[in-house]
């Protein structure tokens, strides 16, 4: 599975970005997909899965009420609405896939990245 991050840039606090992750080889509904995000300095961490058939979703709890994790089976994409930034968002945001339709949140179950987009939130 190859991944393609787009949507990152440069916004306000209290502004939104959509990030979007175009998916390519494979079956997309049969992948869970996710979003990680890194920091300068700091541990590549959880954000938002969502299972192959986007029928459910878990969020990090730095993002819930925030953040809305979608996906488009049909466009082979997936998407991360972004609302409400804070300066703390600010990171490198990586899409991710693993086979199987189950949503997962732990880092090393996921077998596919994309190259990452970076997002920089100023106050």
């Known amino acids: 599975v190859q991944l393609q991050a787009s949507g990152g840039g440069l916004v306000q606090a209290g502004d939104s970005l959509r990030l979007s992750c175009a998916a390519s080889g494979r079956t997309f509904s049969n992948y869970r997909m996710a979003w990680f995000r890194q920091a300068p300095g700091k541990e590549r961490e959880f954000v938002a899965t969502i299972s192959g058939n986007g029928g459910t979703t878990y969020y990090a709890d730095s993002v819930k009420g925030r953040f809305t994790i979608s996906r488009d089976n049909a466009k082979n994409t997936v998407y991360l609405q972004m609302n409400s930034l804070n300066p703390e968002d600010t990171a490198v945001y990586y899409c991710?896939?693993?086979?199987?339709?189950?949503?997962?949140?732990?880092?090393?179950?996921?077998?596919?990245w994309g190259q990452g987009t970076q997002v920089t939130v100023s106050s």
């Open positions: 991710a896939a693993a086979f199987g339709r189950v949503a997962v949140t732990t880092i090393r179950q996921y077998e596919y």
